[in-house]
């Protein structure tokens, strides 16, 4: 999900567009001590992930601190074997726990992260380059694309890329929000600037890991609307999964993805669907009628 912010972003001079936002290089200028950078991480057994995502921010940051809930596999000592401080804290939905993570950090500036990702070298250059410039001193973080390896092949187009994500930022005028429940994003005062370089997304191994998230975020989806109030429409559950396919496939020209810029057009209006569809149940399920 982008990372949707406050103020205003302000860009560089354009190097080139991703889907009408400008990516722009960093521009390194003198600004005396560079500051110290924290990088956060969340995580619940994700010792597969962890040690890609730790080797992309291990030796040019300060602190890395990872946070985990409910972990029972070994990705305790994946972390601690890479130098980082482990806290485990209890799991209060994605915008809180996040939150409480956050308020571990030492310093200022933090990098927050999720086990799945990985820093690019573009994007650690763009970083280092921001910090060590005096142009930091005018903004309260910095967001940058996030790309997705999904079967064979990063895909740059659809509704997957670029998905801007605001999480480089001044821990002082930064916090998690959004939804309690999910769909958390960074809100920031300030004015945020914008990067060009990559945060690589591994979040499906395959397909089927794909597919397992449908139910799960459908079941979210269902709780949210019963606490904002909200209830199933049928011409809602039509037109939204139609919006979303047109939209990834045809504007955001999802097909130059080839056959897994399709299948991710389809799911996500599948996806669309199923959450629309369990809302429709939740209201109205019942004991099957007894036969006569």
């Not at 290089?25 to 990088?39: C, D, F, K, M, N």
């Not at 994605?94 to 799945?116: E, P, S």
């Not at 410039?133 to 390896?149: A, E, I, N």
């Not at 945060?199 to 449908?214: C, E, M, N, Q």
Request: positive net charge.
């Amino acid at each position: 999900m982008p990372g949707p912010h406050r103020g205003n972003a302000r860009l560089y001079p354009a190097t080139r567009r991703l889907h009408g936002a400008r990516i722009e290089p960093i521009v390194q200028s003198s600004a005396g001590s560079v500051p110290r950078l924290s990088v956060v991480i969340v995580a619940r057994n994700e010792e597969r992930n962890l040690p890609r995502c730790l080797a992309s921010v291990c030796g040019w940051t300060d602190e890395i601190i990872v946070a985990l809930n409910g972990t029972t596999d070994g990705s305790e000592a994946v972390a601690r074997g890479a130098a980082a401080a482990v806290h485990h804290l209890p799991w209060r939905g994605y915008r809180d726990t996040k939150n409480d993570a956050l308020g571990l950090a030492r310093n200022n500036w933090v990098l927050a992260l999720d086990a799945d990702e990985e820093v690019s070298p573009e994007l650690r250059r763009e970083i280092t380059a921001f910090l060590a410039g005096g142009d930091r001193k005018h903004f309260s973080g910095v967001r940058f694309p996030r790309k997705v390896w999904f079967i064979d092949r990063w895909i740059t187009h659809g509704d997957w890329y670029p998905d801007l994500s605001l999480r480089l930022f001044r821990r002082d005028r930064a916090r998690w929000g959004g939804d309690a429940i999910v769909h958390e994003k960074i809100e920031c005062d300030g004015p945020v600037a914008t990067v060009r370089g990559d945060l690589h997304h591994y979040s499906f191994p395959d397909v089927a890991a794909h597919l397992a998230k449908i139910t799960p975020f459908a079941d979210l989806f269902v709780r949210q609307q019963r606490e904002k109030g909200g209830g199933f429409g049928a011409t809602a559950a039509v037109t939204r999964p139609l919006w979303r396919f047109f939209r990834a496939y045809v504007l955001r020209r999802g097909f130059l993805d080839g056959f897994p810029g399709l299948y991710i057009a389809v799911a996500t209006s599948f996806g669309v669907f199923v959450r629309h569809t369990r809302l429709f149940e939740s209201e109205r399920v019942r004991a099957p009628e007894t036969g006569k």
